[in-house]
């Protein structure tokens, strides 16, 4: 069953059960009332009667006496205890009363009864009679108006009823295209992605806060989240084909050349292989770069209370036995801070490679400490960065110089990993350059949690 039926069927069967409840509730309420109203006059009636012959007995018989209390349509009667009457007297409607089995009552008595099918009130009331005995006065009254009364009230109910579930349909069906409407139009916005592969946003025309208002901004959101991971995604795959066709492109042309060439000239063979190995080992670098960098968009960090200038100095070691480089560290007072070490070792690494890569000098590292953070400066005399450049330095598979970038083996992911790994860490990285003079890369790390 669609939405639209559901809610339909739900709200009509709710509103009607309501009207019904109501209905009946009225009906109840209205009958008891009535029937004890009924029930209140007859005990009146017959209290003002006792004492209209109790005050007359004497003087006349008892007979004539209750002619004149009959009721208009009903009976009166003098009741003994040995249930014998002193008097019984019926209205020409009521004849049939007098058929009826008579009990006698030691004090008030009072009920609705029903007999031969017509409703009476019935009261009994103890009086003293002329020869000093205890007897009823019983008085019988028919409220079969009352109860025409009420079956009128409920005949009405019941025509009310039917007739408001018109407006209940109609009303449950407007309600129903209403909240319908908002989800109707995403539905149709999701089939025109589908079908044009665009990515659409809702019209959201209602300024206030309901929850399908919330729902339509929720769909934009998603969609315009969607749109910026395709673009990326289509920029990053884009940018990666074409880097990785440079030298797949040199390593093709090298092994046609050694092909046609090659076992003539020994001096073009060894060159063609240096130049092989080295665009397969750059290859490499840049495929395992962006893997990390596409396995980590999420990167999983370990802090822990470390010792950073000692983390920094065991670093700087392991890089000057790989690379043969002098690598000066200023600052020799112990620095401790909260971070996770594999992840600073890695940024660590990066900012030396790049040091080393375009500088030929020593390179020096500065560890010093504030009141709230620990920094840690990487700085070389080298090739340096254009001013121009610098804002695009960690944008992916940017380099500065193509051509040297290339002869150095840079990839153009470095200090895009750096960034994200800083990120991470919750540390910020400036980095200072001139032309020819060189660069400084400066880590801030907080020094607590």
């Given amino acids: 069953m669609k939405l639209r039926s559901k809610i ?32 209140e006059r007859a005990q009146a009636e017959a209290e003002k009667v006792a004492t209209e012959i109790g005050n007359a007995v004497d003087g006349i018989a008892p007979s004539d006496l209750i002619l004149a209390f009959v009721p208009v349509d009903g009976m009166i009667q003098i009741l003994k205890e040995d249930l014998t009457s002193d008097g019984k007297t019926t209205s020409t409607s009521a004849e049939k009363l007098r058929a009826r089995k008579s009990n006698f009552y030691p004090g008030e008595f009072s009920e609705l ?9 019935f009261v009994s009331s103890p009086i003293v009679w002329s020869d000093g005995t205890v007897v009823n006065l019983q008085l019988t009254t028919s409220i079969e108006s009352t109860n025409d009364m009420i079956h009128l009230l409920a005949i009405v109910l019941i025509f009310v009823t039917v007739i408001a579930m018109i407006p209940t349909f109609v ?32 019209k959201l025309e209602d300024t206030t806060e309901g929850e399908l208002v919330e729902m339509g901004e929720t769909f934009n959101h998603m969609m315009a989240l969607l749109k910026t991971n395709y673009e990326k995604q289509e920029q990053f795959v884009s940018n990666a084909s074409h880097e990785l066709r440079t030298p797949l492109t040199i390593i093709e042309n090298y092994a046609d050349l050694l092909k046609r060439r090659g076992l003539e000239r020994p001096d073009l063979f060894e060159e ?25 968009e999420q990167w999983n960090i370990h802090t822990e209370q470390i010792n950073i200038t000692r983390l920094v100095q065991e670093t700087v070691n392991a890089f000057q036995t790989t690379y043969q480089r002098d690598i000066n560290i200023e600052g020799s007072y112990q620095i401790i801070g909260y971070t996770d070490i594999q992840k600073l070792k890695q940024l660590l690494f990066i900012f030396l490679d790049n040091a080393r890569k375009y500088s030929e000098g020593p390179i020096t590292v500065h560890v010093d400490q504030t009141e709230k953070e620990s920094i840690i400066q990487i700085e070389d005399k080298g090739i340096g960065i254009p001013k121009e450049d610098l804002p695009k330095v960690f944008d992916r598979f940017y380099r500065v110089d193509q051509a040297r970038s290339r002869k150095q083996g840079g990839s153009g992911l470095g200090l895009t990993m750096a960034k994200d790994i800083a990120d991470a860490l919750g ?9 020819s003079q060189g660069t400084i890369v400066t880590l801030f790390m907080p020094i607590e949690e």
């Fill in 113 to 121: 009864i029903s007999y031969d099918g017509t409703p009476y009130v």
């Fill in 272 to 296: 063609s292989i240096d130049a092989i190995h080295s665009e397969a080992i750059r290859m490499r670098e840049m495929t395992e770069q962006l893997l990390s960098i596409a396995r980590h």
């Fill in 171 to 202: 009303s449950s069906r407007i309600l129903s295209n209403l909240i319908i409407q908002p989800i109707r139009t995403m539905i149709n916005t999701m089939k025109d992605i589908q079908k044009s592969g665009q990515f659409k946003q809702l």
């Fill in 427 to 435: 540390a910020r990285i400036e980095i200072n350059s001139k032309e």
């Fill in 8 to 39: 339909n069927l739900y709200t009509s069967v709710l509103f009607i059960v309501l009207l019904i409840c109501m209905n009946v509730s009225i009906y109840f309420v209205f009958s008891h009332l009535m029937k004890e109203n009924e029930l």
